[in-house]
């Protein structure tokens, strides 16, 4: 089995910008549009106000994730995304864990996150890694299918 390595990179990054295009694609065949029109600034994931991070699998980017500052003690995770050919093997896990621990160093006690109910694989992961619903919030807070989740880090 293959090691995933993760690392932090900018979130406007060449190799960030291109996983951030596929998930938005990704989120646009299952949603329609652009796939996510949430406002988001590269700042926001600068530490340690936020951070960004990439999975590599066999030296190849496959995977991303991030988080932003949401108040003084909460993180708000953003853009998680699996590459097609990576799905299965354990790199979304990993990219959240390491999130997790990242907005942990930083001083955040709670990661909180939006989805949509036509992600069920997204939805599963993150009931089994501890996420509970929480009332929406955000962006698409009004919008129909919009399912929030939290956890205490």
């Known amino acids: 089995m293959s ?13 960030a910008r291109s996983l951030i ?15 996510d029109e949430t406002p988001v600034d590269a700042a926001e994931f600068v530490p340690p106000q936020g951070a960004f991070l990439v999975a590599y699998l066999d030296g190849e980017p496959v995977g991303c994730g991030g988080w932003r500052s949401h108040g003084d003690d909460t993180a708000e995770l953003k ?3 699996t590459a097609p050919t990576a799905r299965g093997r354990g790199v979304a896990r ?3 864990a390491a999130v997790e621990e990242s907005a942990r160093y930083h001083g955040r006690k709670r990661m909180i996150l939006e989805c949509g109910d036509k ?6 992961m993150y009931t089994s890694a501890g996420y ?10 009004d919008a129909p299918g919009c399912l929030s989740f ?4």
């Open 132 to 141: 509970e619903r929480i009332p929406n919030f955000g962006f698409y807070a």
């Open 79 to 81: 853009r998680m995304y």
């Open 94 to 96: 990993a990219v959240l």
């Open 21 to 35: 295009r596929a998930a938005l694609a990704d989120l646009g065949q299952r949603y329609g549009g652009s796939g």
């Open 119 to 124: 992600q069920p694989e997204a939805i599963a």
């Open 150 to 153: 939290g956890r205490t880090l």
């Open 3 to 15: 090691e995933i390595e993760i690392r932090a990179l900018a979130f406007d990054s060449p190799v």
